[in-house]
């Protein structure tokens, strides 16, 4: 029986989800965490956004988890520009063609409706038009293709201003903050 180490961090705006710096972006390397150089991130977040991120040693559940055939949900709160309605919302819901990496994508859908939760301001800010209202969406999807949220919210008219993950699988932010990480009870795997 072999015993990993698997952590949580809430990944702060502005940082890769990566150890190594690339250009004028800071990666995870300026962080003090405390795993092994064997633990690796289960997915990414762009430096723009921000919240959870699992890092394990265990390839098996990093496998399980990023796997499209698995449908693991990944829940996001967003902050769009403008007052959704009805119809973006399920344009949300259903499938749609996005262009990612060069490629034409057809996403499974999502869970999408309006929210009002209760995050703290961003720093730094998030821009703000007086003339332009906001509101805050929560976005499930079973599938993470690059910038792929950020991409289905512009589809309808709705540009993302701020994104954070709040969950993965069973996993969820709960009440770390930005830079803050916690060890999670060990996943034991037999063969």
Do not use: C
């Not at 939760?117 to 730094?124: A, F, V, Y």
């Amino acid at each position: 029986m072999t015993l990993y180490e698997s952590y949580m961090l809430y990944k702060p705006f502005g940082l890769l989800s990566q150890f190594t710096d690339e250009g004028h972006k800071k990666g995870l390397s300026s962080m003090e965490l405390p795993w092994a150089k064997d633990v690796y991130s289960i997915g990414r977040l762009d430096a723009d956004s921000e919240g959870l991120l699992l890092f394990t040693n265990n390839n098996r559940l990093k496998t399980q988890l990023l796997d499209p055939d698995e449908a693991h949900k990944r829940t996001y709160h967003v902050q769009v520009e403008g007052n959704p309605t009805e119809a973006q919302l399920e344009e949300l819901r259903r499938p749609m063609t996005l262009r990612i990496k060069g490629k034409n994508f057809v996403t499974r859908g999502s869970e999408a409706q309006l929210i009002e939760p209760d995050w703290p301001p961003r720093n730094p800010p998030i821009r703000e038009r007086k003339s332009v209202p906001d509101a805050w969406l929560e976005i499930t999807l079973t599938e993470g293709k690059n910038r792929q949220v950020r991409k289905m919210t512009a589809a309808v008219g709705l540009p993302t201003l701020r994104l954070i993950r709040v969950a993965m699988g069973p996993w969820t932010l709960g009440d770390l903050t930005p830079g803050q990480w916690k060890e999670l009870p060990p996943h034991r795997w037999t063969k």
